[in-house]
């Protein structure tokens, strides 16, 4: 799990074996940062398989995140060709399921393009924008 200055870099060993190279680990690592910081709430970031049914495995994944009811995680299962976004409850009053699925939709354009990277860094900052400042 990747995650912003809330969830810092989890399981750091599978991160470095993983599908990201270095400049696109800074990439994230960066847009998390903004995210996190220009809205107050918390962005992380999931890349790998997921239990079925999946959205039960992403929401169980967000109730383990530091402050849940704040954070947004965005799951992503290349294999199983899944895209998950949940949001806590102070989280979903400024980012609505209709701007969490537009950032879906452009993410999944770009993770069709085989730009996985590229995809979360714009849904971040796509969902940020809307999400505002607190």
Same mark, same amino acid.
């Not at 199983?80 to 998950?84: A, G, K, Y």
């Given at each position: 799990m990747t995650g912003?200055?809330?969830a810092g870099l989890v399981g750091q060993p599978n991160v470095l074996n993983g599908p990201f190279t270095t400049r696109q680990l800074l990439r994230l690592d960066e847009a998390l940062r903004l995210a996190d910081s220009s809205t107050g709430l918390t962005f992380s970031i999931y890349v790998g398989e997921l239990d079925e049914p999946t959205r039960e495995s992403t929401?169980? +994944?967000h109730g383990q995140l530091a402050d849940p009811p704040h954070s947004v995680l965005i799951? @992503?299962?290349p294999n199983?060709? @899944? +895209?998950?976004i949940v949001t806590g409850g102070e989280a979903r009053r400024r980012l609505p399921d209709r701007a969490a699925k537009l950032a879906a939709l452009s993410m999944a354009?770009?993770?069709g393009g085989g730009d996985l990277?590229?995809?979360l860094v714009a849904g971040l900052a796509q969902m940020a924008d809307h999400a505002g400042r607190s």
């Open positions: 912003g200055s809330g929401e169980k +994944l799951a @992503v299962s199983q060709r @899944v +895209l998950e354009a770009a993770f990277a590229g995809g």
